[in-house]
């Protein structure tokens, strides 16, 4: 047996530290229907290496729009997206590069729910495999290695080679966070992972993300509406209302004001 | 008793059989004049109930020909059944592998221009709008006799049904998964090969099997116009007055349809 397969934990574990930002957004905007819809006005931030962000802000607020806009699958009307450095906003090269750095989690999971658990966290290496490759639907023995590590870090290791369907809500949204592992990200976007999942499996599913960030130093950036949990979870929260960004800061400096803002209405803090 | 609606209900009650007397109205009108429709055509393709009865006679003449089956020519046609199936499985065969890229190209999502889509949707239903004795009418007076036309011409009519049904599978996948590998930078083969083939492939396998079952039956048809099989043995015993012979194939058909019925939906279960 082959034990020099790289692993995606030696991998991060190699990686020097970077200090400069992984992400900037600057003056990002998205319009619809020419102009007369505006989903995000003028939203700016940097994210650092391993840093666990999360956005939040009520329904609409232009939270999935502005995930989206990073990993492109949505267009931004105005401003710039830089990953490590290079823009990404137009250049359709390097689309499918630039991807690849960037995992996503949705809130429907978004599995392929006929193919096997194993499979799915498969389909996260596709970037790196070619068409002919895939028309067999063949990957490299790294690739399986990298996977299985992957359901491992989940805990669903033993679970890999049943159908994804068989799986329980939150369980088939670890294989999603797998999958997304699998690509050996920079950043992950997490568009409202935990939305239809009740409280409790929704904290294990938060903390398995915490715990692949601080492990492998990936970024997160996390969309969340419940307020608790982005205090639980956050190293830093920005706030979004209807499209703009008001505020940046450390959880500690979330205010009952600032929340209101926010919301746009009077919200207990404490409340769910 | 009154009620406090009692205004109300007076009111409604004079609304409602006002409503009820007018649909009414409508479906009369409709059914008189679909009967007047009927009555119309019934001259022209002339219905006549005293030709049926006067020709008892010469049906029950006939059949009496026929009976008892020629049982020794049971084994020489054993050949042709044999054939019959063969040109079912390679008219489903071809019109599998024509469909797969035709169907790619007739579905929204998966077509590379909507020109492509309109043009290869008009194709298709071009290939589906001709019959395949047609088909086999003209394939006949081009190849020649034998089983050969009766293949291909089950091979277009089935290429044009076939592509349209994936094609329409194709379009109602869900988008989820999708998106999902788009977004870890999957091609564009990639993401046909592992978010929308496993999608549809229950639906379109079971179709496949409904096809063969179906091509069965016209390929018994087929032989009719000198396609082989046992259609071809049917019509031939006919117009050599060997009538006992043309029973036996009729048996042998009624058998072979019987067959492949019960295994195409008994595999059809499985599957679903």
Request: glycine letters at 8%; a positive charge.
């Amino acid at each position: 047996m082959n034990m020099n397969v790289s692993t995606v934990s030696q991998a991060a574990n190699a990686a020097p530290v970077d200090r400069s930002p992984i992400l900037s957004l600057v003056n990002v905007s998205k319009t619809y229907v020419r102009g007369k819809l505006v989903a995000l006005t003028d939203v700016s931030f940097d994210i650092g290496q391993g840093e666990f962000v999360v956005i939040l802000g009520p329904s609409g607020a232009g939270k999935s729009t502005m995930l989206r806009c990073i990993n492109r699958l949505a267009q931004p009307t105005g401003g710039q997206v830089f990953l490590r450095g290079q823009e990404i906003t137009d250049a359709p090269r390097s689309l499918r590069k630039a991807r690849r750095e960037i995992g996503m989690v949705f809130q429907q999971f978004n599995l392929v729910t006929r193919l096997s658990v194993m499979t799915n966290v498969l389909s996260g290496r596709l970037s790196y495999r070619s068409t002919w490759r895939s028309l067999f639907y063949s990957f490299t023995r790294e690739d399986r290695a990298i996977a299985l590590e992957c359901l491992e870090m989940v805990a669903l290791g033993h679970k890999a080679f049943q159908r994804a369907d068989t799986l329980s809500g939150g369980e088939q949204q670890r294989v999603a966070i797998a999958r997304a592992l699998a690509q050996q990200p920079k950043i992950i976007l997490a568009d409202e992972p935990v939305a239809s999942l009740d409280p409790k499996i929704a904290r294990q599913v938060l903390d398995y993300l915490r715990d692949v960030s601080q492990r492998l130093g990936i970024s997160v950036i996390c969309n969340l509406h419940q307020i608790n949990f982005a205090r639980e979870y956050a190293q830093r929260i920005i706030g979004l209302s209807q499209g703009k960004l008001i505020f940046d800061g450390p959880p500690g400096a979330l205010t009952d004001d600032i929340i209101s803002q926010i919301y746009g209405t009077r919200v207990e803090s404490s409340g769910e | 008793m009154s009620s406090p609606y009692q205004a109300a209900i007076n009111q409604g009650l004079i609304r409602e059989a006002a409503w009820r007397h007018r649909r009414l109205a409508v479906r009369l009108s409709v059914a008189a004049g679909f009967v007047v429709l009927l009555w119309l055509s019934a001259s022209r393709i002339n219905l006549s109930l005293k030709n049926v009865i006067q020709g008892v006679p010469s049906m029950v003449d006939f059949f009496g020909r026929m009976f008892p089956p020629d049982l020794s020519s049971l084994m020489p046609l054993l050949g042709p059944m044999v054939e019959t199936v063969q040109i079912a499985a390679w008219g489903t065969v071809l019109a599998v592998v024509a469909s797969a890229p035709l169907a790619l190209l007739a579905a929204h999502n998966t077509s590379p221009h909507p020109s492509v889509y309109y043009v290869t949707r008009l194709f298709l239903n071009l290939l589906r709008s001709i019959n395949e004795l047609i088909y086999a009418l003209l394939l006949v007076s081009a190849v020649g006799l034998g089983p050969f036309p009766g293949v291909l011409a089950i091979a277009l009519h089935a290429t044009g049904m076939l592509a349209k049904f994936v094609a329409e599978e194709i379009e109602h996948v869900n988008r989820g998964p999708v998106e999902a590998l788009q977004a870890a930078g999957a091609g564009r083969m990639q993401i046909i090969l592992f978010g929308i083939m496993p999608q549809v492939l229950p639906a379109v396998v079971g179709y496949i099997l409904y096809r063969f079952d179906v091509s069965i039956r016209s390929a018994t048809v087929l032989g009719l116009v000198g396609a082989g099989g046992l259609g071809f043995t049917l019509i031939t015993s006919m117009k050599m007055f060997k009538y006992h012979e043309t029973a036996t194939s009729i048996l042998l058909i009624i058998l072979l349809i019987w067959a492949a019925d019960a295994i195409s939906s008994h595999l059809q279960k499985k599957i679903l």
